[in-house]
């Protein structure tokens, strides 16, 4: 279970508006005479494949899993299925639209969500022969698909709608004529997500289906969202969940419990009680015990999620991860139940551990990957057979995440879905910086140099700030780093203090007091790369996403060091930020003391429009036109202070992408790029910004 961390992951002009100068042109998407590019481009984004979602069957010798590959032609990154034999790494396919496979307890069988004319459907494959069959007809999309023990049930997740809220009622329309829409009534605290957008009537809700079809058996009802991960205990008849349910459900922002349902009644017992998140529970093999992820809510800006253990009814919990120092992603019981295992980062890097219920852990896997491409960001997905073989993403800086196994004490790679596209470029290489904060912390970070590069020379920087902030980057591929790295800029990125994977006490060194030292970390590590004489320091650019475009906005605002800046989906003003992003409650609630109203100076002296005056650099405003995270309008109210202030900027709008969904189009993550690099080529080799205040803290 993820730790909640909502940021931060005029002219406007569109995207392939800011041209290239030609020497970054050819760099960056031009062929030479002689044959293709042999840097990466921008066109590259389309030949890209990434594993996601490993299953391995219960017997350990075949994994299905996710390949999401671009579609030029749909510019869209495509989801099919595929199936691994363990012992070969044979690959076959599978399935060639397909989501979420999950395989029946005697591993004859696959169920998994694909779409079937405008929606997502459930279906259910027999491996042996190949064939399939629908088993659900929905208006929702199902989701968190889990089998019953005897195989013969599906239980899954599924929006039900529901009716809009009416006030009065419209005069009677006549016949034929054509009127304006009806009016939209919004009376829910949260009535907007970032992705879906406006929130339609109607509830998430817990469903159970027979394997081989048939109608859908509604369970949960009522005016809340339940959620999966689901479990079923080992006779069947009940079903753990997690949901915000109660009389104030609407004004919970993470105190989520978990709920048991008994599938034969309905009946439903709440079997967690305390302020704060309990989510993802499992049952273990024989039912007799529960784990659970959560952790007790102090209104901190971060807190580490725990694995839980406690009896069938979750009584007596006690916490097996409290020592480590680290946030618990997912969690999987061992077939034995004497064990775990469990997924969380540690210093950039995510691992897979095995964790006993006394609490001692052994690290298994230590390379996990995946989740996006544009940026390196911690990520992966792993499952485990009931000989406790492992299947996960994994990877490095040189290529997207594949499929790798675990068995016996060693990691095997099964897959190499880019070998032939990166075997014909030449990739930036990555390698880590020592980097040391002004106040002596270690602060973990890592450098791409451009293809070519040789040790001696300088070459233009681009710090690249990771989002969150209660985030973490590690030594992963990213798409953003090797087309900055192809225009011939060196790309630095770092874990600052607020990072995770460090600890809470480091994370919480920016609690109510963001953005502040980290600051300091940024250009410690920036110190560093002009240091080991790899960065000029008379080419020095910034770039960061959501909490990283915070950082970026803060610090044009604080020194003139940098030549230009591309502050991408930022928050400026705390004060309309906490009141226009999507969920309500969290920003005053976790990241302030007090409610916008009751300190506005507070939220103000935080915000980087209060050092608008002081900014002197070149800054390009990046966001996506349904972004409700970290909206539009402070993307837009920056561009309007910068021109006011007669600082030179331009706003580029990624058209119909939210904040998470800022790069998922292939073509438009490649022209996000290419706008930047335009923007800091204009500035490259120019004269230095005039001085600006001195910087404080």
């Not at 069988?109 to 027999?126: E, I, K, M, N, P």
């Not at 009535?191 to 859908?216: C, E, I, M, T």
């Not at 790798?404 to 790679?413: A, F, N």
Request: with cysteine; glycine share 10%; net charge neutral.
């Amino acid at each position: 279970m993820r730790r909640l961390a909502f940021l931060l992951a005029c002219t406007t002009v569109a995207l392939p508006a800011l041209a290239l100068p030609a020497t970054a042109q050819q760099q960056s998407n031009a062929a030479p005479a002689d044959g293709p590019s042999r840097t990466f481009t921008g066109n590259d984004l389309f030949g890209l494949s990434i594993a996601a979602d490993p299953q391995i069957s219960p017997d350990g010798r075949t994994i299905v899993y996710v390949r999401r590959t671009g579609d030029i032609m749909t510019d869209r990154m495509q989801s099919s299925l595929w199936l691994i034999d363990v012992a070969s790494g044979k690959q076959s396919p599978f399935a060639t639209n397909g989501s979420s496979p999950r395989w029946s307890p005697d591993g004859t069988r696959v169920a998994y969500v694909a779409t079937d004319g405008d929606r997502s459907q459930l279906f259910v494959r027999w491996v042996a022969t190949g064939a399939s069959a629908r088993v659900t007809s929905l208006p929702g999309d199902p989701n968190s698909l889990s089998w019953s023990p005897d195989g013969t049930r599906l239980a899954y997740v599924a929006k039900v709608a529901g009716e809009a809220t009416k006030l009065g009622k419209a005069p009677a329309k006549p016949e034929g004529a054509k009127w304006a829409e009806p009016l939209e009534v919004i009376d829910r605290v949260t009535y907007r997500n970032d992705g879906p957008g406006y929130r339609k009537p109607g509830y998430s809700h817990l469903f159970v289906a027979a394997a081989d079809g048939g109608a859908a058996r509604q369970l949960t009802f009522g005016n809340f969202d339940d959620g999966g991960p689901l479990s079923w205990s080992a006779d069947g008849r009940t079903i753990l969940f997690s949901a915000i349910r109660g009389a104030d459900a609407e004004r919970q922002v993470m105190n989520s419990e978990v709920i048991a349902v008994d599938v034969n009644s309905g009946a439903m017992r709440t079997l967690t009680s305390r302020d704060g998140p309990d989510g993802a529970p499992r049952f273990s093999r024989d039912g007799s015990r529960i784990a659970w992820i959560g952790f007790d809510d102090q209104r901190r800006a971060y807190t580490n999620a725990e694995l839980y253990v406690g009896d069938a009814n979750a009584a007596a919990p006690r916490s097996l991860t409290a020592s480590l120092d680290r946030s618990i992603e997912d969690a999987l019981w061992a077939d034995d139940g004497r064990a775990l295992y469990a997924s969380y980062d540690d210093k950039g890097r995510r691992k897979i551990a095995r964790v006993g219920l006394d609490g001692r852990s052994t690290v298994l896997a230590d390379n996990l990957a995946g989740g996006g491409l544009d940026r390196p960001y911690t990520g992966g997905d792993f499952s485990v057979s009931r000989g406790g073989t492992i299947a996960y993403t994994g990877g490095d800086a040189s290529a997207p995440a594949d499929v790798w196994v675990w068995s016996g004490g060693k990691p095997r790679r099964l897959t190499n879905l880019n070998q032939v596209l990166t075997a014909s470029k030449t990739l930036a290489p990555v390698r880590k910086v020592a980097v040391t904060a002004p106040d002596g912390r270690p602060i973990n970070a890592w450098l791409a140099t451009p293809p070519g590069w040789q040790p001696g020379t300088r070459v233009p920087l681009i710090l690249e700030i990771h989002g969150g902030p209660h985030s973490a980057y590690g030594p992963m591929f990213a798409t953003d780093v090797q087309l900055y790295a192809s225009g011939g800029y060196a790309v630095l990125w770092t874990n600052p203090r607020g990072s995770t994977s460090y600890g809470a006490e480091f994370a919480n060194l920016i609690d109510k007091n963001y953005p502040s030292q980290d600051y300091d970390d940024l250009m410690a590590a920036v110190d560093a790369t002009i240091a080991e004489g790899v960065a000029d320091p008379n080419n020095l650019f910034v770039t960061g996403g959501s909490g990283g475009g915070v950082l970026t906005s803060w610090i044009v605002g604080k020194t003139n060091r940098f030549k230009a800046a591309a502050t991408q989906k930022p928050v400026i003003n705390w004060i309309s930020e906490s009141l226009t992003m999507d969920n309500t409650l969290f920003t005053s609630r976790y990241w302030f003391t007090k409610l916008p109203w009751e300190d506005p100076m507070g939220y103000w002296n935080r915000s980087p429009l209060s050092l608008v005056g002081n900014v002197k650099t070149p800054t390009l405003v990046v966001v996506g036109s349904e972004d409700y995270r970290t909206p539009v309008s402070e993307s837009e109210q920056y561009y309007a202070a910068l021109q006011i202030a007669n600082v030179p900027t331009a706003l580029v709008k990624v058209p119909g992408a939210s904040h998470g969904g800022f790069t998922s189009r292939p073509s438009q993550s490649a022209a996000k790029a290419s706008a930047i690099l335009a923007w800091f080529d204009r500035y490259r080799n120019a004269a230095p910004p005039a001085a600006v205040a001195t910087p404080t803290n």
